[in-house]
Nanobody
Framework: HVQLVESGGGSVQAGGSLRLSCAASTGTFRSACMGWIRQVSGKEREGVASIDSDGETTYADSVKGRFTISRDNAKNTVYLQMNSLQTEDTAMYYC????????????WGQGTQVTVS
């Protein structure tokens, strides 16, 4: 059973920064694609960023240049550094794992709330 546990959410003023972390309970992490997806209540999910097992990254246009996704395979952890936060970034942020690719996310965390005011 794969568990993904997010942390690092919170409230911040516009222009501020937050760093989200997601720890995976499985060594499968090394060969998995990891992604961050956000959702505002009543709206569809939006893919924010992803990083595959080779370290290749993708970003939504809305966060390019402001957010950075990275991974530490030794710690089975993926990070999302969020800078220059805007009110539009307010959402629940979910960590997800796709094995072996980013085409489909098989496992999801419980989410962490980010509120920008």
């Amino acid at each position: 059973h794969v568990q993904l546990v997010e942390s690092g959410g919170g409230s911040v003023q516009a222009g501020g920064s937050l760093r989200l972390s997601c720890a995976a309970s499985t060594g499968t992490f090394r060969s998995a694609c990891m992604g961050w997806i956000r959702q505002v209540s009543g709206k569809e999910r939006e893919g924010v960023a992803s990083i595959d097992s080779d370290g290749e990254t993708t970003y939504a246009d809305s966060v390019k240049g402001r957010f950075t996704i990275s991974r530490d395979n030794a710690k089975n952890t993926v990070y999302l550094q969020m800078n220059s936060l805007q009110t539009e970034d307010t959402a629940m942020y979910y960590c997800a794992m796709g094995v072996p690719s980013c085409q489909r996310f098989d496992y999801w965390g419980q989410g962490t709330q980010v509120t920008v005011s």
